[in-house]
């Protein structure tokens, strides 16, 4: 059964500090993984999907890379601000279909 | 087309009523998904729709729950017989055919309270 684990569970950092996200995940037998933002009482954001033959993918200041075969993922975020606090969420796609989800790292960057 | 739509945003009833929530997904999107989630935990799988037809179905959809997608485009949740249990975000998502690139786009949720 896939089981999917972030760590922290939660992080706070100075405004301005670059900073790491850890996703891990126990099957490797994957098609994507997605990385959301949730912020409290809201639905999801898609941030970056990671297609199972890609190492890495880019947004602004989100990059997020992908080691399929040890089952990590991590997604770092360059230069935090304050508009960047809220909860990350991975999730694996292994049958194609439903989402696997970790619980997520909260994250607070203070002004 | 703005994004996953989900009504109401917000449901408080009491222990016993039945309830049913309403999920437009985005318009070309012909994959639909139910999520449960729970204060302080990742989104738990529900049931999955491509177009009208209702592929798989999670262990934690017990026989309370009942999913349609009559036509290939909106679906709805209901849950009859309401327990406190049952309070949690309900979030939908659709996305695009396919095994690789099928990003998933979800909705801002509703929020059922249970008293």
């Known amino acids: 059964k896939q089981e999917v684990t972030q760590i922290p569970a939660a992080l706070s950092v100075p405004e301005g500090e670059n900073l790491v996200l850890n996703c891990s995940f126990t099957d490797s037998a994957i098609y994507n993984l997605q990385w959301f933002r949730q912020d409290p009482g809201k639905g999801l954001t898609s941030l970056l999907l990671?297609?199972?033959?890609?190492r890495e993918q880019t947004s602004g200041r989100l990059n997020a890379s992908l080691d399929k075969s040890s089952g990590r993922s991590t997604l770092y975020i360059a230069a935090s601000q304050p508009g960047d606090s809220a909860t990350y969420l991975c999730?694996?796609?292994?049958?194609?279909?439903?989402?696997?989800f970790g619980k997520g790292t909260t994250l607070s960057v203070s002004s | 087309d703005t994004g996953v739509s989900q009504d109401p945003r917000h449901k408080i009833t009491k222990r016993g009523q039945n309830v049913t929530f309403r999920c437009d997904p985005i318009?070309?999107?012909?994959?639909l998904y139910w999520y449960r989630q729970t204060l302080g935990q990742g989104p738990e799988f529900l049931t999955y729709?491509?177009?009208?037809?209702?592929?798989?179905k999670s262990r934690l959809l017990s026989d309370r729950f009942s999913a349609e997608r009559p036509k290939g485009s909106f679906s709805t949740l209901e849950i009859q017989r309401t327990e406190q249990g049952d309070s949690a975000m309900y979030l939908c998502a659709s996305s695009q055919p396919g095994l690789m690139n099928t990003e998933a786009f979800f909705g801002q949720g509703t929020r059922l309270t249970v008293v």
């Open positions: 729709f491509q177009n009208e037809a209702q592929l798989e």
């Open positions: 990671i297609q199972s033959s890609q």
């Open positions: 999730a694996v796609n292994q049958a194609g279909t439903a989402l696997i």
């Open positions: 318009s070309e999107h012909n994959r």
